[in-house]
DNA sequence: TTAATTAAACCGAACATTCGGTATGTTAAC
DNA sequence: GTTAACATACCGAATGTTCGGTTTAATTAA
């Protein structure tokens, strides 16, 4: 892709984290991006097709979890190692969109940016429950493994584990973003509680 | 208040619960509510105002908790309690805007409609955190009575349990959202995991 | 090496439309 | 005849987009 291309699609999704889709403006983008309206026409048909790449890249480049890195060995090792991604997730985010701890009470837009896109492109909302489906899957998959080694036990199902584990972790991620909290202030709370949780089934 | 104020209220409810501040426009608003622009600008100041009103309209009558009529008997029975307060919610929310099943996609909003706040009154957001904070307390003091009684143990703290139920319940709700269940549709994937980690804590 | 040609990158004023909001009615009740 | 409850016509500002143009870079010809 094209540098300036490449370029106002970064600017552009630190405005679509902070803002919705309506409320950024093209005069404010341009602005932003130190570009013109005419260079912004020159490389986009419209808003809505930046708006797209820009879901495309946050979502499938920035957002995405590597569950094949993830140590499969046990169930302890699986969700630390998942947590700490998220952790790294932090990291590179703050990098990537130049922030500094101050001024990044957008994390909360995660959710914002989600939502709006499930509004404009309908096509979207399969796209994420299929993410969601695959996430379930494999924390499924896991903690069957983990049951079968006799690394836990418990009475709830293998997906019923999954989902208590996923779910909060989000729950959690929601509250945070009501504080105004970061993506990394948000590890430590849900780890606390997987621990926990982990721990009352560890057999 | 004035009938064709709350009926303006009920109808720009409607409308922010699908759609933000912003993609709600006057025009639409009015023709909504089958008045005009004079009656509108008649009862309220600015479209800040009614959005004001509507967020105070929706959250103070329409999506608070009244923990006062939950049992503290048991936390067995606070939870149901809740879980079976949420499900009226649901009821009185599809009857109080007069949707049937198959346009509630807009159940979504809560969420949005929340964020939007939040962006738009940065006063809300003390709000919302003492609000969340209440409930923590709430949850956390039954917990801590249905253990000393007896009614249950675990490794956690009583605010760690109180934690788990809550987020867990938000991060459903969330899934959920996303996937365009209505909010009584909520209600039983979370119970299926509350009454498991409840069964796991039971004495 | 340089001049000529072409295409890509970029600019910003102007466009039609829509936005929230206002000014000026009209009507009916008391 | 005053006032509350609306309706209608209208305003300026802001919106996303277009379009005629300029600058810059790459390519070719002399």
Chains 1, 2 share one sequence.
């Not at 703050?94 to 940016?113: G, K």
């Not at 899957?137 to 080694?149: G, L, P």
Request: hydrophobic fraction near 40%; glycine fraction near 4%; aromatic fraction near 16%.
């Amino acid at each position: 892709m094209n540098d300036s291309k490449e370029h106002i699609v970064l600017v552009a999704s630190k405005l679509f984290l902070q803002k919705s889709f309506k409320e950024v403006t093209m005069s404010e983008l341009v602005k932003a991006t130190g570009l013109s309206k005419g260079a912004f026409y020159h490389y986009f048909v419209s808003k809505e097709q930046l708006f797209m790449e820009v879901l495309d890249f946050f979502f499938t480049s920035v957002m995405t979890h590597r569950y094949e890195k993830y140590s499969r060995e046990s169930f302890y090792q699986f969700y630390h190692d998942y947590a700490n991604e998220i952790y790294e997730y932090g990291k590179k985010y703050l990098d990537r969109f130049e922030l500094d701890e101050n001024d990044c009470d957008l994390s909360q837009n995660y959710f914002t940016l989600a939502f709006d896109a499930l509004k404009l492109f309908p096509e979207f909302k399969e796209k994420m429950i299929a993410g969601l489906k695959l996430e379930l899957d494999i924390w499924t998959e896991v903690i069957k493994n983990a049951r079968e080694k006799g690394e836990i036990q418990c009475l709830m199902t293998d997906e019923q584990i999954a989902r208590t584990f996923i779910n909060l972790s989000d729950g959690i991620a929601m509250h945070m973003v009501i504080k105004g909290s970061t993506i990394m202030e948000m590890v430590p709370p849900f780890m606390e509680l997987w621990d926990k949780l982990y721990e009352m089934m560890k057999a």
